[in-house]
């Protein structure tokens, strides 16, 4: 199992653009880069998915370098709202049965 | 569309007795998954499934039991709980092809259990 390393926590204010990176030294060929948001009392809620370089969505972008040993999720202009736990995970696809929760970085924005 | 639904949300119970929780999606996937949270940790894995009738172990499955007689359910049991099953439990399902990108996690809102 490709071990991740997180910040334990992360403060921002609102509006700045928030960057929270993952390191992953062991990631396999095979492994993908998916990274979830938490909000208290909820289960976690899918954000983005990457395998390599650049990846945006509505919500994020994940950017992965050519080594794939780290990657970084960007927030862009965060708001109160995106207070919340954010994990990435690093695995094969399609079952999560091989990939692990960490602690995640606990993110608080702040006006 | 409920997508991931767990019954109860809320459950006391005293050390020795059992219950059972239920997860139930409606978005037919081939993979379903409980998940404990304790305070300041992430999530761990008790047992999974990846497909009716079949069932394995996660992480932490001791003193759990698991059964998916049917595709859209999956059901978590503690035969004789322990105040160290406290906890919030989550349930979640998926596919190769769920959501839009490959193996998405869809969870539930979560089953705060008390043993005392």
């Known amino acids: 199992l490709a071990k991740t390393t997180q910040p334990i926590s992360m403060d921002s204010y609102e509006g700045q653009e928030v960057n929270i990176t993952c390191s992953h030294n062991?990631?396999?060929?095979?492994?993908?880069i998916t990274w979830y948001q938490q909000f208290p009392s909820q289960g976690p809620r899918f954000i983005i998915q990457?395998?390599?370089t650049k990846v945006t969505n509505e919500v994020a972008s994940l950017f992965i370098p050519a080594d794939r040993k780290s990657s970084t999720l960007s927030l862009p202009r965060v708001s109160l709202s995106d207070t919340a736990v954010y994990y990435c995970?690093?695995?094969?696809?399609?079952?999560?049965?091989?990939?692990?929760f960490g602690t995640g970085t606990r993110l608080q924005v702040t006006l | 569309n409920a997508g991931v639904t767990q019954t109860p949300k809320f459950r006391v119970l005293k050390t020795g007795q059992s219950m059972t929780l239920l997860c139930a999606q409606d978005?037919?996937?081939?993979?379903m998954y409980w998940y404990r949270q304790d305070p300041g940790m992430g999530l761990r894995l008790i047992h999974y499934s990846v497909g009716e009738g079949t069932t394995a172990k996660g992480e932490v499955p001791d003193g759990y039991n698991v059964s998916r007689l049917k595709k859209q359910n999956f059901l978590l049991g503690l035969e004789s709980a322990a105040p160290s099953q406290t906890s919030v439990y989550f349930c979640?399902?998926?596919?190769?092809?769920?959501?839009?990108?490959?193996?998405?996690?869809?969870f539930g809102e979560g089953s705060r259990l008390t043993v005392l």
């Open positions: 978005m037919n996937h081939e993979y």
């Open positions: 995970l690093v695995g094969e696809p399609g079952t999560a049965s091989k990939l692990t």
């Open positions: 062991n990631i396999a060929t095979n492994d993908y």
């Open positions: 990457g395998y390599k």
């Open positions: 979640a399902s998926s596919s190769w092809t769920s959501g839009r990108y490959t193996g998405e996690l869809f």
